[in-house]
């Protein structure tokens, strides 16, 4: 099993940043793709960033996109995202999840984390 344990959450100004880690331990050898989602209340769960943790490829959500950055370290088994001008509609709980294929579809992610709350006052 994996299991993967994120920390970094919490309450920010707008305009203000925040870093989310998810770091993961267990048979992790054929989940290569990481992958950040968030859901907020009364919305379906989406896509925000996903990374290779072969050759370090990235992709973003265009609602993220300049603004938030997804980084890896292999040796630690971590993955982060770096979150800047953090806006009140980026409120939601955030979640990393591994996989074993570079998609954006939630259902194609095998092991989740339990996630983390993120909160952007204005």
């Known amino acids: 099993q994996v299991q993967l344990v994120e920390s970094g959450g919490g309450l920010v100004q707008a305009g203000g940043s925040l870093r989310l880690s998810c770091a993961a331990s267990?048979?992790?050898?054929?989940?290569?793709?990481r992958g950040w989602f968030r859901q907020a209340p009364g919305k379906a769960r989406e896509f925000v960033a996903r990374i290779s943790m072969g050759d370090g490829g990235t992709s973003y959500a265009e609602a993220v996109k300049d603004r938030f950055t997804i980084s890896r370290d292999n040796a630690k088994n971590t993955v982060y995202l770096q979150m800047n001008s953090l806006k009140p509609e980026d409120t939601a709980v955030y979640y990393c999840a591994t996989g074993a294929v570079f998609t954006t579809n939630p259902n194609d992610y095998r092991n989740w984390g339990q996630g983390t709350q993120v909160t952007v006052s204005s």
């Open positions: 267990g048979r992790t050898f054929s989940t290569y793709i």
